[in-house]
């Protein structure tokens, strides 16, 4: 298999952003019957409508999902990557409701090579924002990468 891309392609600092996606009653019904998290503020229009927010919300956890998927469906890694290392400082800092829009703003905030020259661990600043440019999620995302060695 031919390398397209490697992680010394990505600089610090470098900034992308992704397409969006309007999250639907379609997403929360299916992510609630996937992971079995039918919590009333997701699921129940009643209990949700006499809450704070008034309406149901998106599952913080499906969020951190789609913002995943946008930056790998925008194809910016492509083959680059060779695991997922984990997440830290994750913040929901708004909920996000049935009918809002969301993209990701990414930033390459860490480098650090390893042991192997053919491998590198990078940290990503994924910044989710909606449809009026507010911060709804962040979280660093934490690869390891193909290099060029």
Partial sequence: MTQTKYGDDFRLGDVFDTGAVTVTETHVVNWAGLTGDFYPLHMDKEYAAATQFGQRLAHGPMIFALAVGLVALSG??????????????????????????????????????????????????????????????????????????
């Fill in 76 to 149: 910016v890694g492509a083959d680059s990557v060779i695991a997922w290392l984990g997440v830290d400082n994750m913040r929901m800092q708004r909920p996000v409701l049935i009918g809002d829009t969301i993209r990701v703003h990414v930033q390459v905030k860490e480098q650090t090579p390893t042991k192997d020259p053919k491998r590198g661990v990078q940290v990503w600043l994924y910044t989710v924002h909606n449809q009026r440019g507010e911060t709804v999620m962040s979280f660093d995302y934490k690869m390891m990468f193909h290099m060029r060695g």
